[in-house]
């Protein structure tokens, strides 16, 4: 059952998988939230993780930084170890003067200066979209436990340091922030018929750039959406 990227067996995983790009956050995870984790992949250092939480099962894996990572690890989730839903757990930029610090994001769609779609030789241009009803579920958790969100289209960037510092371009069309990896997710979901949606708190913002989470803040601050999260699940 083992791919060239991760080492586990059939059932390692659970259904549901909560995906950090940063392998440490997925050790949090696990350590933190879930009980009986168990360690099921560290191919690469990419940590993967089956428990429980409020004895549901739910698996937690790392998904490394850019689409191409995501890509990887999201399709052998989907089509060799029989994940059904993926719900990447990140940080975002935001673009929108009302969406500040901690303020989470539920990415509707994913737009995107990368190629990842033109696999699939369509005849047009690709809309990366999440599931709906996990959409839905989730706008009603933040609703329930009092966090400060918005839903819409975010931007997944294959640049972060951008030399035409072009990226507030996509404020105009009301794209409320940046990341790098979740239209790959949502195209992955899409073409193996599986669900996905990307829940971010916003880290940066770039309306006035000196705001912006230290490293430690941002580890301390993903509570909200890492809870949200796994009530989904």
Known sequence: ????????????????????????????????????????????????????????????????????????????????????TIIRVGSCGSFQKDLRLRDLVIAMGACTNGNYASQYRLPGTFAPIADFELVRRAAEECERIGVNYRVGNIFSSDIFYSDDQSDMDWAKMGVLGVEMESAALYCNAARAGKKALCICTVTDYFPDMSQKLTAEERQNSLTSMIKVALELA
């Open 1 to 84: 059952m083992a791919t060239p990227h991760i080492s586990a067996n059939a059932g390692d995983f659970a259904k549901t998988v909560l995906m950090p790009g940063d392998p440490c956050r997925a050790e949090m995870i696990a350590k933190n939230f879930l009980e009986d984790a168990v360690l099921v992949n560290d191919v690469r250092g990419v940590k993967g993780y089956t428990g429980y939480y409020q004895g549901k099962r739910v698996s937690v894996m790392a998904s490394g930084m850019g689409q191409p990572s995501i890509g990887i690890y999201s399709y052998e989730l989907y089509n060799f170890f029989d994940v059904e």
